[in-house]
T-cell receptor, first 113, second 109 residues
Framework: NAGVMQNPRHLVRRRGQEARLRCSPM?????VYWYRQLPEEGLKFMVY????????ESGMPKERFSAEFPKEGPSILRIQQVVRGDSAAYFC???????????FGQGTRLTVV | GIQVEQSPPDLILQEGANSTLRCNFS?????LQWFHQNPWGQLINLFY?????KQNGRLSATTVATERYSLLYISSSQTTDSGVYFC???????????WGAGTKLIIKP
C-alpha cells in the first residue's frame, strides 16, 4: 500500500517562474491537505481539499497560490510568479476522514533563486 | 486559537539513554499525532493518540486529554532516533493540524 506520493522532491525556480507541486494521496483517502514548513519551524496549514472541491483555503496566501484536486489525477499546488520568500518545504497529507489520522508525503523542497 | 507547546526545545543524549518529550495544548483536542522528522526532512508518523497510551517498540506515548498534555517516551535511544519530534493537534471538527515548534533530539554514539 503506497504512501502519499509527492513530486518532485526538489524544485528550483527563478523568481517570476511558476512552481507546480503534485500530490497523490494514499489509496482510499479522499481528503488532501497542504502544509508549508519554513526552516526550524513546525508545519503551517495551507489548504484542505476533497475531490473537485476546496473545503478550506484559509491558510493559503490570497495571491499567486492556488490548489486543486481534480476528479482524476493528483492534487496540484500551484505558485505563480514565485518570490524568494516562497522557498520552503511543502508537505501534502491525506486521510480517510477530516479528523482521522493524517499521513504525510516526503515533501517538495522549493528553492527560489 | 489553540496553542501547542513542546519541551524541551533541544535535547542531546548518549546512545542508550531514555528520554521524555512533552506536548502541552491549551484547549480540548480530538486529534493528536506525534511525528519524527528525520535529518533528511521526511515526516514519519509515530502515534495517533488523542487519548490513552500506545506503545510501538522502544517508543510509547501517553495523552491525558483532561489535563491537556501528551508525553512521548523513547527508550534505549539509537543514533537513528536523531531528528525533530513534532506534536500536532486537531480541534473539534477542524481538520487542520496545529503544530508545535518541535523538540530537536541529537543522539551521540
Amino acid at each position: 500500500n503506497a504512501g502519499v506520493m509527492q513530486n518532485p522532491r526538489h524544485l528550483v525556480r527563478r523568481r517570476g517562474q511558476e512552481a507546480r507541486l503534485r500530490c497523490s494521496p494514499m489509496k482510499g483517502h479522499s481528503h488532501v491537505y497542504w502544509y508549508r514548513q519554513l526552516p526550524e519551524e513546525g508545519l503551517k496549514f495551507m489548504v484542505y481539499l476533497q475531490k473537485e472541491n476546496i473545503i478550506d483555503e484559509s491558510g493559503m496566501p490570497k495571491e499567486r497560490f492556488s490548489a486543486e484536486f481534480p476528479k482524476e489525477g493528483p492534487s496540484i499546488l500551484r505558485i505563480q510568479q514565485v518570490v524568494r520568500g516562497d522557498s520552503a518545504a511543502y508537505f501534502c497529507a491525506s486521510s480517510p476522514g477530516g479528523d482521522l489520522e493524517a499521513f504525510f508525503g516526503q515533501g517538495t523542497r522549493l528553492t527560489v533563486v | 486559537g489553540i496553542q501547542v507547546e513542546q519541551s524541551p526545545p533541544d535535547l542531546i543524549l548518549q546512545e542508550g539513554a531514555n528520554s521524555t518529550l512533552r506536548c502541552n495544548f491549551s484547549d480540548s483536542v480530538n486529534n493528536l499525532q506525534w511525528f519524527h522528522q528525520n535529518p533528511w526532512g521526511q515526516l514519519i508518523n509515530l502515534f495517533y493518540i488523542p487519548s490513552g497510551t500506545k506503545q510501538n517498540g522502544r517508543l510509547s506515548a501517553t495523552t491525558v486529554a483532561t489535563e491537556r498534555y501528551s508525553l512521548l517516551y523513547i527508550s534505549s535511544s539509537q543514533t537513528t532516533d536523531s531528528g525533530v519530534y513534532f506534536c500536532a493537534v486537531g480541534v473539534d471538527s477542524n481538520y487542520q493540524l496545529i503544530w508545535g515548534a518541535g523538540t530537536k533530539l541529537i543522539i551521540k554514539p
